[in-house]
């Protein structure tokens, strides 16, 4: 299993990461452990998870249940110190904390009901759900609007929770932190007032990066690799459009798609033509479409770790068999190719 360093940290993951937030909801407990005991075996030691979690949909009576079903499996293995965990806060929500959002308050608060529901004394790896300030992730590029941001509360609020993850990290009760749903600007912003006020890097930033969504590519990328900071891509398989399943119009019963429509924006007819176009490359080359896409999301420059969810045992021995795929230069070059038709299908 191919390791990586997470930015200037020093932790060290494999390339790939197994997602939870279907766990409590779509994923039983049961089975969510047997998934983290078939990961492990498969030398797949990096679990993700949030506050929020389980999703699909996202309750406020059952925000931190996923965590609470990785804290029993901790309890129950005692394997704990075999796994490198990270978590979330959930962020300006209704969910949580009547909406204060990230503030030093909250996220004290956060962290010490996560370690409480984790079952573990330190958080490996602790992000921002979402920027306090907003974000243009999850399709809301369309409408974003940074000018109604204001810049003396956002630089305040960024200052105020830089100093509370340092007596976080101090207290050890947290070794590293990240972000997730992050620009460029707020990224390196992060970073020049960690190297001003001597607080934690981010390290990573955890955001929507796929075939079908390669935002990433360009500014962001640059932030990466001037700043030192890994990605963590969400979504890989395009909340499943990218296996082929949804070919058709076809909806099975217990997916994503059964459950929330448009998979949250990301069903359009330019998303199922390029997808077309994805799983018909595969075929032509005598692969399956799931490895093929996981496997060019893991070898990009930028690549941190490739976080991957399954609902089911079976999906996830899928994915683990073509972890060790590598692409051809004939796939890249027609992934390539098919990008220039179908730059940005949503």
Not at 168 to 187: C, D, I, P, Q, Y
Not at 214 to 242: C, F, I, K, N
Not at 270 to 289: F, I, K, M, S, W
Request: glycine fraction near 8%; include cysteine; charged fraction near 25%.
């Amino acid at each position: 299993m191919k390791m990586q360093r997470l930015g200037k940290s020093d932790l060290e993951v494999p390339i790939w990461c197994l997602g939870t937030m279907t766990f409590g909801n779509q994923t039983s407990e049961a089975e969510g452990h047997a998934q983290i005991d078939a990961a492990l075996e498969a030398g797949l030691n990096f679990l993700d998870t949030a506050e929020m979690y389980p999703v699909n949909p996202a309750k406020a009576e059952t925000v931190g249940r996923t965590e609470e079903i990785i804290g029993n499996w901790v309890a129950k293995s005692g394997r704990g110190s075999d796994v490198v965990i990270a978590t979330k806060i959930v962020g300006p929500s209704k969910l949580a904390r009547d909406e204060k959002g990230i503030t030093a308050a909250t996220l004290r608060e956060a962290v010490d009901s996560s370690l409480r529901r984790l079952q573990v004394d330190v958080i490996d790896l602790y992000q921002l759900h979402w920027p306090q300030r907003g974000s243009y992730h999850f399709r809301q590029h369309w409408s974003f609007a940074p000018e109604q941001q204001d810049r003396a509360a956002t630089r305040a609020n960024m200052e105020e929770v830089m100093a509370e993850m340092g007596r976080l990290r101090e207290a050890g009760k947290v070794r590293h932190f990240g972000t997730s749903n992050e620009s460029a600007w707020g990224m390196t912003r992060w970073n020049q007032l960690a190297a001003e006020l001597g607080g934690p890097r981010m390290e990573t930033v955890q955001n929507e990066y796929s075939l079908l969504c390669r935002m990433y590519d360009t500014d962001m990328a640059e932030m990466s690799h001037q700043e030192e900071v890994s990605l963590l891509a969400y979504s890989p398989l395009a909340a499943g459009l990218l296996t082929g399943k949804y070919e058709g119009g076809a909806r099975p019963e217990g997916s994503r798609a059964s459950i929330n429509g448009d998979l949250g924006g990301r069903i359009t007819a330019r998303a199922e033509a390029a997808t077309d176009a994805y799983v018909a490359l595969a075929r032509e080359h005598g692969v399956d479409p799931v490895h093929m896409a996981l496997a060019w999301a893991a070898e990009r420059p930028f690549m941190g770790s490739v976080i991957f969810g399954a609902t089911t045992m079976a999906q996830l021995q899928h994915i683990l068999a073509g972890t060790e795929f590598t692409l051809t230069e004939a796939l890249r070059e027609g992934i390539a190719e098919i990008y220039r038709a179908h730059p940005l299908p949503y």
